[in-house]
């Protein structure tokens, strides 16, 4: 597969060029835009571990093994005998007739101490059972493929492979985590961390991915021809890589730069020039996709691994809400192309249901569903208008190198989620902590912050946008005359580069100022990236709708993280107290309140926390968010603005949205 590796040069070239800040007008990927379509079955599945071949799905349901038939509805209860069971597969053997596999541990004893396990397959035609190992053992893990089941033996790593058609046992030697298909059998080397394959009708192993002790392959998957794996060093930096076992002399391409491990899923799965696997991204999880034959990566849509199933056919398995869904992969060519009467054409559809919309990886659009009442074309093109580049928000300023104009049909009723992704990772926790991206606002003829959430592995930056246009991502580093060398100079610098807290008009912060409960409202609806809200919701009789602060209010009254005085008051330019702003910081973090915790009774004036406020103000001390001072809480004094840019930084810490060197 040639035009295979010819296209996946495409991939290490692009990581050659990939990082933080790239010259001006610099392309960051290619233009093809992938989409997808879900289309969700009636078969329901209550149950994990699920498999599929064809119309034949098996999976475990209260810990027993069942199967069914996606064509003519049947279900069947494979096992039932309340023992555990584990690693259910499915496949077809030489006479077309399906047949489930898996571990099982009816004759083995359930406690800690045993860890021996059997294998089992049952043919659903002949609805016979047999169990294939003949000794005991841990044997674990079953593959299956044609005629031929294989497995692992622990602690040894002893592979058996069991020829169904001619009822033959036999011990392959050592390896570990072996999968049959093709006609081959792929597995890991039991003593090193390289890839190896057997030949069933040759009985021969060779070595197919020779790695040097530093490195090794920590998991892949198989499907007959091509292979995908994770591979590891021993610093702990991990890529997916990628092998054709159909080209004359196969060799491994790396589909992804070398990233420091972080919060990591197993889910996998390669087919016919296809390659999928999840990646944190933020607080969510994504599928990411790689066409080996375009020479392309993109987003496939946030997902739960519980949900991912694996490539069956030419689509995407996947099970939501308990029930088996077929994802199709759309491919498109981006771009706009005006036809006389100015219709824009190019680009993908996104439908009530929502999808993706990704100009290779270095881009993506989430759309929600519902957030299109109708089919409706979203263009997405990479921009290289440099002029506009200059024209920053604020002194500061550096371009980042990547920007992005994308324009749709019809207006959003919900927001987007736009991701920027780079081939390298930024390079630090400061330089992370103000990376945003911003929108172009051709009337005010300025960059507007549009929000910015850098994943823990520093390479994707992404922010909930409504207004199509041009965005581009930007590092900023402000500074205030009066922070030099203050206790909270970096808190307020780094929330200052979000946007969240300003300086004055003399070009101070004034951080010993003290804090409206107006601007702590503020505060914390910036942070959270709700944007602001409608001015006219009438929560507060004080808080008119030319109130500054009014749409900000109304976002945090309408999330109920505020509540008002007396009278419907809120008082706007009270001094937020300390008390208060827990009660808000609280609310806002969604913690869990605790009404039973001791953690107040080190502190002298504990007795001065009122009774509405408690719970929230213990959360606060046990949560970290709020310190105390020495022996005293003062829940009735008020906070100046560098301690409430301080509180609003270790809440954004906590949830990993900030990074610390």
Do not use: C
Request: aromatic residues 10%.
């Amino acid at each position: 597969m040639s035009r295979m590796r010819n296209a996946l040069k495409g991939f290490i070239i692009l990581g050659l060029l990939g990082g933080l800040l790239l010259p001006a007008g610099q392309k960051a990927s290619a233009e093809t835009v992938y989409t997808y379509k879900d289309e969700t079955s009636s078969f329901a599945i209550n149950g994990s571990s699920v498999r599929m071949t064809g119309e034949h799905v098996v999976w475990r349901e209260r810990g027993q093994i069942h199967y069914g038939n996606t064509g003519t509805g049947q279900k069947t209860v494979v096992t039932n005998h309340g023992k555990s069971t584990d690693s259910p597969a499915i496949g077809i053997n030489g006479r077309g007739e399906a047949v489930v596999v898996w571990a099982d541990k009816r004759d083995q004893s359930e406690g800690t101490g045993n860890l021996n396990w059997d294998i089992y397959s049952y043919n659903l035609s002949t609805n016979t059972e047999k169990k294939l190992n003949d000794t005991i053992g841990q044997h674990r893990i079953p593959s299956i493929d044609g005629n031929y089941i294989v497995w692992q033996t622990n602690p040894d790593y002893e592979m058996q492979i069991y020829d169904m058609a001619a009822a033959v046992l036999t011990d392959l030697g050592r390896g570990r985590d072996p999968v049959a298909g093709n006609g081959r059998i792929v597995y890991k080397g039991s003593a090193d961390g390289s890839l190896y394959e057997y030949a069933i009708a040759a009985r021969t192993h060779k070595k197919i991915l020779d790695l040097p002790y530093t490195q090794y392959v920590e998991r892949f998957v198989f499907s007959g021809e091509e292979i995908l794996w994770k591979q590891r060093d021993l610093d702990g930096y991990g890529k997916y890589t990628f092998m054709d076992l159909g080209e004359n002399n196969p060799q491994p391409l790396d589909l992804t730069g070398p990233v420091m491990q972080g919060v990591e899923y197993s889910e996998m799965s390669i087919s016919d020039g296809t390659a999928v696997w999840l990646e944190a991204s933020g607080g969510s999880v994504v599928m990411k996709g790689a066409d080996l034959i375009g020479g392309s990566s993109y987003t496939l849509g946030v997902i739960k691994p519980s949900q991912f199933i694996g490539f069956n056919g030419d689509g995407l398995a996947l099970v939501n809400n308990g029930k088996l869904v077929n994802r199709t992969i759309i491919q498109t060519e981006a771009g706009l192309s005006n036809n006389p009467a100015g219709v824009q054409t190019g680009g993908a559809v996104i439908g009530s249901d929502g999808g993706i919309v990704s100009a290779d990886q270095a881009a993506s659009l989430a759309f929600e569903q519902g957030t299109f009442e109708a089919d409706t074309r979203i263009v997405l093109d990479n921009s290289t208008e440099t002029s506009l580049f200059q024209s920053k928000p604020a002194q500061g300023m550096t371009w980042a190198g990547m920007a992005w104009k994308w324009t749709a049909e019809a207006e959003l009723k919900k927001p987007a989620m736009l991701t920027f992704e780079m081939e390298r990772a930024i390079e630090t926790a400061e330089l992370a902590n103000r990376t945003g991206i911003y929108r172009y606002d051709e009337s005010e003829g300025k960059w507007v912050y549009a929000g910015g959430t850098v994943d823990s592995a520093w390479r994707t930056v992404r922010a909930r946008v409504v207004t199509p246009g041009l965005y581009a991502l930007f590092a900023y580093a402000p500074s205030f005359s009066d922070m030099n060398g203050h206790w909270a100079q970096s808190e307020v610098e780094v929330l200052a580069s979000r946007w969240i807290v300003n300086g004055m008009q003399t070009g101070d912060f004034d951080p010993k100022q003290s804090v409206t409960r107006a601007q702590f409202a503020k505060m914390l609806v910036e942070a959270a990236g709700l944007g602001i809200g409608q001015a006219g919701g009438g929560s507060f009789r004080d808080v008119p709708d030319n109130h500054w602060a009014a749409r900000w209010i109304e976002q945090a009254a309408a999330a109920q993280w505020i509540k008002g005085y007396e009278g419907s008051l809120f008082k706007p330019n009270a001094a937020v107290t300390r008390e208060e702003m827990m009660v808000m910081l609280v609310n806002a973090a969604r913690l869990p309140k605790d009404n039973t915790s001791d953690t107040l009774s080190g502190y002298a004036d504990a007795d001065r926390v009122r009774a509405w406020a408690k719970p929230s103000v213990e959360t606060a001390i046990k949560s970290g968010i709020i310190q105390g001072s020495g022996s005293l809480l003062n829940p009735g004094g008020t906070s100046t603005r560098a301690e409430a840019a301080a509180v609003i930084y270790r809440w954004l810490t906590m949830k990993e949205e900030l990074f610390n060197e």
